[in-house]
């Protein structure tokens, strides 16, 4: 079964660049599908990032595009977020997510990781 | 950006209840709508897709319903593991957004 799982760093410095790797198992990457990330302010609602195909599409949320990347690297079977120049307000839990729709791209998200709660901090 | 409208917010029913959650959108969407459900320090799960197919292994006494820009969530027999919060999400355009989420507790 497919499972993922967040890593990176749990406090960033504002006006730095936070970075999360999310690592895929019982799946590859390359066999398809899009592979997302969700955050999750502590006590708020979900907000969509970005999400990526393993050739490298990707589709972000105009919100964040101007700070978003997101990467893919399928010989290791991950993909990475990188959001620059962090606030406080980018304190949250970041999920990183498969897509389960196969037609419709960065559409369902099924199954997520565990979830990683960055703060953003000096 | 299409944004959605999930009332109530909080919602308080007992064990064997039937209730059901509202989420109403800024816009059409066919039926490209899902719902989630998040238990406290999880992840969410999805539940239903396409506005009204149920997720693998979901459990049948959670249903959907809806079209356009109205769309409910209905758990016909509240049990105890389903106290959790549900949120809607659009995939029928980009950005995806979600509702704000409608917590069932425990009344």
């Known amino acids: 079964q497919v499972q993922l799982q967040e890593s990176g760093p749990g406090l960033v410095k504002p006006s730095e660049t936070l970075s999360l790797t999310c690592t895929v198992s019982g799946y590859s990457i390359s066999s398809g599908y899009y592979w997302g990330w969700i955050r999750q302010p502590p006590g708020k609602g979900l907000e969509w990032i970005g999400s990526?195909?393993?050739?490298?599409?990707?589709y972000y949320n105009p919100s964040l595009k101007s700070r978003v990347t997101i990467s893919v690297d399928t010989s290791k079977n991950q993909f990475s977020l990188k959001l620059s120049s962090v606030t406080a307000a980018d304190t949250a839990v970041y999920y990183c997510?498969?897509?389960?729709?196969?037609?419709?791209?960065?559409?369902?998200?099924?199954?997520w990781g565990q979830g990683t709660l960055v703060t953003v901090s000096s | 950006a299409i944004w959605m409208t999930q009332s109530p917010s909080l919602l308080s029913a007992s064990t064997g209840d039937r209730v059901t959650i509202s989420c109403r959108m800024s816009q059409g969407i066919s039926s490209y709508l899902a719902w989630y459900q998040q238990k406290p320090g999880k992840a969410p799960e999805l539940l239903i897709y396409a506005a009204s197919t149920l997720q693998s292994g979901v459990p049948s006494r959670f249903s959907g319903s809806g079209s356009g820009t109205d769309f409910t969530l209905t758990i016909s027999c509240l049990q105890s593991e389903d106290f959790a919060t549900y949120y809607c999400q659009q995939y029928y355009s980009f950005p995806r957004t979600f509702g704000q989420g409608t917590k069932v507790e425990i009344k």
């Open positions: 990526i195909y393993h050739s490298g599409s990707t």
């Open positions: 997510a498969r897509d389960s729709d196969p037609i419709v791209p960065a559409a369902l998200f099924d199954p």
